[in-house]
């Protein structure tokens, strides 16, 4: 069964910084696309980054590109996601995913789920 648990949450003030773990098991990690996704009060889950099993394939939403940064560590089976120059708007919940797909940046071309993690962008 594959468990999927997001860490590095919280609040932090507009322009902070923030890096995001997901820390797999279950599955042998390296065959896998990972991905992130967010979720604010009242939206839709919303593709934030995305990063294939080698790591040379990596896709942003627009919202997030040149700001955040999508990364893994396969000996950790833990990926990452670096977010700087938060805004507001970047305040969601964020979800780690796992896919089968090759390249994926649809919520249902993702398997399996995280509980998510709470980033709240304030002052």
């Known amino acids: 069964q594959v468990h999927l648990v997001e860490s590095g949450g919280g609040l932090v003030q507009p322009g902070g910084s923030l890096r995001l773990s997901c820390a797999a098991s279950g599955l042998t990690f390296s065959r896998y696309t990972m991905g992130w996704f967010r979720q604010a009060p009242g939206k839709e889950r919303q593709f934030v980054a995305a990063i294939n099993w080698s790591g040379d394939n990596i896709d942003y939403a627009d919202s997030v590109n040149g700001r955040f940064s999508i990364s893994r560590d396969s000996a950790q089976s833990t990926v990452y996601l670096q977010m700087n120059r938060l805004k507001p708007e970047d305040t969601a919940v964020y979800y780690c995913?796992?896919?089968?797909?090759?390249?994926?940046?649809?919520?249902?071309?993702?398997?399996?789920w995280g509980q998510g993690t709470q980033v709240t962008v304030s002052s």
């Open positions: 995913a796992q896919s089968a797909f090759t390249r994926a940046t649809r919520a249902r071309d993702f398997g399996s």
